[in-house]
């Protein structure tokens, strides 16, 4: 079984930056984790931010290509996502998620992930 912690989010004026982290505990399994986030404000769908697939790829939503950066330590099993030019919109809660041995990263918002954090609330006021 597969814990998730996610921490860092705040509260941030347009523009800020912020450093949202997931650290993965409890797997013993032999193959790689694959890594998301994903967001959801009130209202609306889900949304993929950003992974890094098992082989250490990485992809991005389009909202936020060219903003934000995701990064992956693997001998820490934490995920990274570095959050810049923070904008209203981006505003939500925050999930990881994780999967066992899923590739091609471009492909991570169709995983079927079976791990879960609780999520971390970002706020952005304009």
């Known amino acids: 079984q597969v814990q998730l912690v996610e921490s860092g989010g705040g509260s941030v004026q347009a523009g800020g930056s912020l450093r949202l982290s997931c650290v993965a505990s409890g797997y013993t399994g032999g193959g790689e984790l694959c890594m998301a986030w994903f967001r959801q404000a009130p209202g609306n769908e889900r949304e993929g931010v950003a992974a890094?697939?098992?082989?250490?790829?990485?992809s991005y939503g389009d909202s936020v290509k060219g903003r934000f950066s995701v990064s992956k330590d693997d001998a820490q099993n934490t995920l990274h996502l570095q959050m810049n030019s923070l904008q209203p919109e981006d505003a939500a809660m925050y999930y990881c998620?994780?999967?066992?041995?899923?590739?091609?990263?471009?492909?991570?918002?169709?995983?079927?992930?079976?791990?879960w954090g609780q999520g971390t609330q970002v706020t952005v006021s304009s």
């Open positions: 890094v697939d098992s082989v250490g790829r990485t």
């Open positions: 998620a994780a999967e066992v041995e899923c590739w091609p990263a471009d492909d991570f918002v169709t995983y079927n992930y079976n791990y």
